[in-house]
T-cell receptor, first 110, second 113 residues
Framework: SQQGEEDPQALSIQEGENATMNCSYK?????LQWYRQNSGRGLVHLILIRSNEREKHSGRLRVTLDTSKKSSSLLITASRAADTASYFCVVGTSYDKVIFGPGTSLSVIP | DAEITQSPRHKITETGRQVTLACHQT?????MFWYRQDLGHGLRLIHY???????NKGEVSDGYSVSRSNTEDLPLTLESAASSQTSVYFCASSARGARTEAFFGQGTRLTVV
């Protein structure tokens, strides 16, 4: 399967706390991407990490990649109500299809 | 600025009618994708295209068709709309599939009555 599987399915935290979600996959990858979808909106690209990278930062986002475990994690620090959204990982392989898993639904409670 | 746009944003149609959803991108991307999103199913790939005159079926292609006559457009046609096709449809484009960032349209909410 070319898709990643996000875990947990749903996550609820208080504003200011950190949120961690994970992505597992089964194939060899060239890269892995994370996307966010606010309710009723299109998806927005957050970050891309290549297979030879172990960690990447973008603002309050930190992504790690462990190719030996075939897993990635997305950490959102100091969460805000505006971070309430669904988060998806997309694995990049030699094939060009962009396939999504079920996502993690994050609720940040003010 | 480059963008990807979908039209219409909302559509109500009757069962059995043919419906076409438009997707237009100005990124000059070769790869374009159509998804549907339903509660409990995430985004499911309907059709995709790697370039002009190329189209491929995704996991839920039955009842849908696409054509790619130029780089910018990938219209999605529902041949004979069914209530099961009531959904939110998203179009996306990328330079190199899942190996590069994909850009999404704002979605089309289609209701088949």
């Amino acid at each position: 399967s070319q898709q990643g599987e996000e875990d947990p399915q749903a996550l609820s935290i208080q504003e200011g706390e950190n949120a961690t979600m994970n992505c597992s996959y089964k194939t060899s990858i060239n890269n892995l991407q994370w996307y966010r979808q606010n309710s009723g909106r299109g998806l927005v690209h957050l970050i891309l990490i290549r297979s030879n990278e172990r960690e990447k930062h973008s603002g309050r986002l930190r992504v790690t990649l462990d190719t030996s475990k075939k897993s990635s994690s997305l950490l959102i620090t100091a969460s805000r109500a505006a971070d309430t959204a669904s988060y998806f990982c997309v694995v990049g392989t030699s094939y060009d299809k962009v396939i999504f898993g079920p996502g993690t639904s994050l609720s940040v409670i003010p | 600025d480059a963008e990807i746009t979908q039209s219409p944003r909302h559509k109500i149609t009757e069962t059995g009618r043919q419906v076409t959803l438009a997707c237009h991108q100005t990124w000059n991307h070769n790869n374009m994708f159509w998804y549907r999103q339903d509660l409990g199913h995430g985004l499911r790939l309907i059709h995709y295209s790697y370039g002009v005159q190329d189209t491929n079926k995704g996991e839920v292609s039955d009842g849908y068709s696409v054509s790619r006559s130029n780089t910018e457009d990938l219209p999605l046609t529902l041949e004979s709309a069914a209530s099961s096709q009531t959904s939110v449809y998203f179009c996306a484009s990328s330079a190199r599939g899942a190996r590069t960032e994909a850009f999404f349209g704002q979605g089309t909410r289609l209701t088949v009555v």
